[in-house]
């Protein structure tokens, strides 16, 4: 019961989040979009020339931060109605800088019309998901940083302990990387005390373990019982701690700190659960006496890791 | 010298005050989610050897 309002909680603050961010994805007139990693769509808003389009040195293609180095446009295709044109290039672009095309003398009906200037940059909502994904699955911390095994080994005995620890271990993560955020933002920085980040944050997130410590005493003594010692131990955490230490150094904002802890939480989950799955199932192998316990698991999570090199790549925008 | 006095007030004002807010905020948690534990176990814990 406390688990399934736990999660309609957390499902109405993350409408919220996205409700909040709905402006952000409507942009304004003069931008344009990606097409895959080679492409570049703009739209004009009116109906222009075949032959002034299809000529590729009349577009400028340059990132944002470095003008004086142009991009060479390979072709230019026109959409039937003739209003939007998608520029082709031969190398791939970065998708996580800011673009800028000039369109140089947009000729309409014969007539020259002018110049104009298009931004195009992944939204914000993109870049989210972007980092929610990567933190999940692509470099997911278990099984491609090898980070947080302690506690990966320690409660992926079974799975009822693996989904309460998840859910333990994502709610902390992301209160306490929200919280090192504020500090680092309003304290740290300001007063130049960013030497004291690895301290502060420990006590930040030791904060909050105790805090759910004497929570799930009370509400949930099985699961107190069955975590153990793994509850104290969260506090030590590698990933607990790697994930404000990356927000700090990748300069993430609130949304993507609280997105970037969501994904690590919820992959540190799929992968406990994943590994309780199988650790259940080797309870009733014939494992040889020298791999019995410890060692298979060592042996069921390098194979886990090879499975997950397989996201590597994964790109959805 | 002045700044360094300065910068290491601040952040012992604020960490401080943060300590304690963060403090209180968990003594009361821990008051109002307490568990009733019976004092007699402990008490007969005590008197037992405690050898194993």
Redo the contacts between chains.
């Keep these: 019961m406390k688990i399934s309002r736990f999660l309609i909680t957390t499902s109405f603050c993350l409408v919220l989040l996205l409700l909040g961010l709905a402006p952000v994805m409507a942009e304004g007139v003069g931008s344009g979009s990606f097409q895959k990693d080679t492409g570049i769509e703009i739209s004009f808003g009116l109906p222009v020339d075949e032959a002034w389009a299809k000529n590729p040195a009349n577009f400028d293609v340059y990132e944002k931060s470095d003008p004086d180095i142009k991009i060479a446009v390979d072709s230019v295709t026109l959409d039937p109605r003739r209003i939007s044109a998608t520029l082709r290039f031969k190398e791939p672009l970065n998708l996580a800088a800011e673009y800028v095309v000039d369109a140089k003398d947009i000729t309409s009906d014969g007539k020259v019309i002018g110049a104009r200037q298009f931004t195009i940059k992944k939204s914000e909502t993109q870049v989210l998901f972007g980092l929610l994904l990567g933190a999940m699955l692509i470099s997911n911390f278990v099984f491609t940083k090898y980070l947080g095994l302690c506690i990966f080994f320690g409660v992926s005995q079974k799975k009822d302990t693996a989904i309460g620890m998840g859910i333990t271990f994502t709610t902390v993560m992301i209160l306490s990387a929200v919280m090192c955020w504020a500090l680092l933002t309003f304290v740290l920085l300001p007063y130049n005390l960013s030497f004291l980040r690895i301290i502060v944050f420990i006590g930040t997130v030791a904060i909050f373990v105790q805090a759910v410590d004497t929570i799930l005493r009370k509400v949930n003594p099985y699961l107190f019982k069955r975590l153990g010692v793994y509850l104290v131990l969260i506090t030590t955490n590698c990933i607990i701690l790697a994930v404000p230490l990356e927000n700090a150094d990748g300069g993430h904002g609130p949304f993507a700190s609280f997105t970037y802890a969501l994904g690590a939480g919820v992959g540190f989950a799929i992968a406990l659960f994943l590994m309780a799955c199988v650790r259940e199932k080797l309870e009733v192998c014939r494992v040889p006496p020298s791999f019995q316990g410890l060692p298979i698991a060592f042996i069921v999570a390098g194979l886990f890791a090879l499975a997950f090199l397989g996201f590597s790549g994964l790109a959805i925008f | 010298m002045e700044t360094v006095w300065t910068?290491a007030l601040?952040?012992l004002i604020?960490?401080a005050a943060?300590?304690l807010i963060?403090g209180l905020?968990?003594a009361y948690?821990?008051q109002r989610?307490?568990?009733k534990v019976d004092p007699k176990i402990e008490a007969v814990r005590a008197c037992l050897p405690g050898a194993n």
């Design positions: 910068t601040a952040g604020v960490f943060f300590g963060c905020a968990l948690a821990a989610f307490a568990v």
